[in-house]
């Protein structure tokens, strides 16, 4: 078995905290060969984020994994000379410099294609290329908040509320990698015309994919003149929906997006008399009386257990879910069976689980092939293997601090 489908693919990943080097472990988990630069002092700071065992960063060995790692300082004229010496045999480039950085260091798209025609660059930044706010310093949280997430989540009288997790990078990692995709697609796809073989550049902001992932707000107001409201756990387009409490203690989530769905819970809970009222035909109907069907559901369920709601609503053909911890998750026989969560040898801690690669492919699965590595672990393979530096060169390179 191969490494996954996109064997053969050279990535470098220039990009730090989160959006990039998540679309880029997603490209190594499916088979490319990704290079991680970072700074040869600083290191990078994904390394410093999140918990450590033994001063070894867990993140960085899962966000990590899959790319090979070099110290280069890019702000230095011989480090970016180094960086262009290497796209010139890469496919793929990933960064998440504020607009102009990678210009003023010499590196910047046009001379990246001069050095090679067919390299696709993704520009991961929080407001895009372009615009008034292009300047301006971009995170996640931010565009958690100007997306609408914010203003939508939460309880009705309560402040907007923000995950506490790299949401809105996640998304547009995920994102991200597609846009690759796409990109390599029309550079290599037959009958292209003049632009078969060319790269291109991809201007990917944190704040679309986000916004997209929050829904059709903008149209809703654009056609109605309506603004949504926070409703904590409820929808406005279904109910019952909601976090309901069991009898010993621990929380259940339930959805009745479809009609039948409804039907069903509402016979489990011993109500079926609503299941004829006109109002129970829709979900926005349902979604205007949600107070009287959470009453029904969330009294029947906490005089169970959790396991007892459980069998209840798997007999009843109804959707449940419990609210899982990261325990539980690990725990779950369906995650195990299913490999979501797989175990990988670390030559630090040893055998560790973490999450696998995010889908199944039935003839190119990709694979974790090692964790995240030491910094500048593959400096010399990289610099004296692949680009014939001299061993002197590097030595001279480290002592000023351009490579590590």
């Known amino acids: 078995m191969g490494d996954g489908p996109l064997e053969g693919l050279r990535v470098l990943d220039i990009s730090t905290i989160l959006a990039g080097p998540l679309c880029c472990q997603i490209l190594g988990d499916f088979g490319a060969d990704v290079v991680k630069v970072e700074h040869p002092v600083a290191g990078d700071s994904m390394r410093g984020h999140g918990s450590a065992k033994d001063g070894h960063p867990l993140w960085w060995k899962e966000i990590s994994r899959n790319k090979r790692t070099i110290g280069l300082n890019l702000s230095a004229p011989d480090g970016a000379a180094l960086l262009l010496r290497l796209a010139e045999r890469t496919d793929v480039l990933v960064e998440n410099f504020r607009p102009g950085t990678l210009e003023r260091w010499g590196i910047g798209p046009a001379e990246l294609h001069r050095v090679n025609p067919r390299l696709v660059i993704v520009r991961i930044t929080g407001f895009g290329q372009t615009g008034p706010y292009a300047a301006r310093a971009g995170f996640g949280t931010l565009a958690e908040a100007m997306s609408g997430f914010a203003h939508l989540t939460g309880a009705p009288d309560g402040p907007p509320t923000l995950p ?97 769905i409804a039907e069903r819970v509402l016979h489990l809970v011993g109500h079926p008399e609503v299941i004829d009222e006109p109002w129970f035909r829709t979900g926005a109907g349902r979604a205007a009386h949600a107070d009287e069907l959470d009453g029904y559901v969330g009294a029947w369920i906490g005089e169970r257990t959790r396991d007892e709601v459980a069998d209840a609503f798997a007999t009843a053909g109804a959707a449940v879910a419990p609210v899982y911890t990261a325990k539980d998750i690990v725990e779950d026989p369906h995650v195990q069976a299913t490999e979501m969560i797989t175990t990988v040898d670390d030559p630090d801690l040893g055998p560790m689980r973490m999450h696998n690669v995010m889908w199944r492919m039935a003839r190119t699965p990709g694979r974790i092939r090692f964790t995240g590595r030491a910094p500048g672990a593959d400096t010399e393979a990289l610099l004296v293997d692949e680009l014939g530096c001299d061993p002197s060169e590097i030595a001279d390179l480290r002592s000023r601090q351009i490579v590590a």
């Open 164 to 260: 506490a997790f790299g949401l809105a990078d996640s998304i547009c990692g995920i994102a991200a990698s597609s846009a690759v995709m796409m990109a390599l697609w029309h550079r290599d796809r037959p009958g292209a015309g003049d632009t078969t073989g060319t790269g291109q550049v991809i201007d990917m902001n944190l704040l679309e994919p986000i916004m997209t992932a929050v829904g059709p707000g903008p149209t809703v107001y654009d056609q109605l003149g309506v603004v949504g409201t926070r409703n904590g756990n409820r929808s406005v387009n279904n109910a019952p929906r909601n976090t309901y409490r069991t009898k010993d203690g621990a929380w259940v989530a339930i959805s009745t997006s479809a009609q039948t």
